[in-house]
């Protein structure tokens, strides 16, 4: 697990976002020096329990990622991170590495949204690989040159980002952390 970590880079929830034009919600990861970011687009109910734990709403019964957290903890395994592994055909990949009470590493695949949702809960480190962060960013030149009006995540240049993202106010940022 430790070997390949030259090949990710940390990152941290920057906050929530709803997309302009399809209304879905985002989730912008940014690394410590707010030099790189990636939007992730989720849902609706990965929005919900992200936003929960960012602002420290204690939910009468347990979400489904507290319901991981409490079950990790009772069986004693630790999330010792998450990384988002790949980007392909416009959909992100991410695994929860874990490590059992007896010692065993184990890497359980999930959707990124459950995996930073998770990790926000355990306060795990993010890791995103720099390959999803390279095809990320390529997709989105490659958008804005070809003038793209995708919806999808191909559809905003690394640059419309940066600009939408200095724009917005704090307020913009419902869950700032």
Same mark, same amino acid.
């Given at each position: 697990?430790?070997?390949?970590?030259?090949?990710?880079?940390?990152?941290? !929830?920057? $906050?929530?976002?709803?997309?302009?034009?399809?209304?879905? =919600?985002?989730? !912008?990861?940014?690394? =410590?020096?707010?030099?790189?970011?990636? =939007?992730? /687009?989720? $849902?609706?109910?990965?929005?919900?329990?992200?936003?929960?734990?960012?602002? $420290?709403?204690?939910?009468?019964?347990?979400?489904?990622?507290?319901?991981?957290?409490?079950?990790?903890?009772?069986?004693?395994?630790?999330?010792?991170?998450?990384?988002?592994?790949?980007?392909?055909?416009?959909?992100?990949?991410?695994?929860?590495?874990?490590?059992?009470?007896? $010692?065993?590493?184990?890497?359980?695949?999930?959707? =990124?949204?459950?995996?930073?949702?998770?990790?926000?809960?355990?306060?795990?480190?993010?890791? !995103?690989?720099?390959?999803?962060?390279?095809?990320?960013?390529?997709?989105?030149?490659?958008?804005?040159?070809?003038?793209?009006?995708?919806?999808?995540?191909?559809? !905003?240049?690394?640059?419309? /980002?940066?600009?939408?993202?200095?724009?917005?106010?704090?307020?913009?940022?419902?869950?700032?952390?």
């Amino acid at each position: 697990m430790a070997g390949h970590r030259e090949d990710f880079i940390l990152m941290m !929830v920057s $906050g929530l976002t709803l997309d302009p034009t399809t209304k879905m =919600p985002i989730v !912008v990861l940014k690394d =410590p020096d707010n030099k790189l970011n990636l =939007p992730i /687009w989720i $849902g609706p109910l990965e929005a919900a329990s992200m936003a929960t734990e960012l602002e $420290g709403i204690k939910p009468q019964r347990p979400m489904t990622h507290d319901l991981l957290r409490n079950v990790l903890g009772e069986l004693s395994a630790t999330v010792e991170a998450v990384e988002i592994t790949e980007l392909r055909d416009n959909t992100y990949f991410a695994q929860i590495q874990m490590r059992t009470r007896d $010692g065993r590493n184990l890497q359980i695949d999930s959707r =990124p949204s459950d995996a930073i949702s998770l990790a926000l809960r355990t306060k795990s480190p993010i890791y !995103v690989a720099k390959q999803v962060l390279e095809v990320s960013s390529e997709l989105h030149e490659a958008a804005a040159d070809a003038g793209a009006t995708d919806q999808n995540l191909a559809g !905003v240049s690394r640059d419309k /980002w940066s600009e939408i993202l200095e724009r917005m106010s704090p307020e913009d940022f419902k869950y700032k952390m």
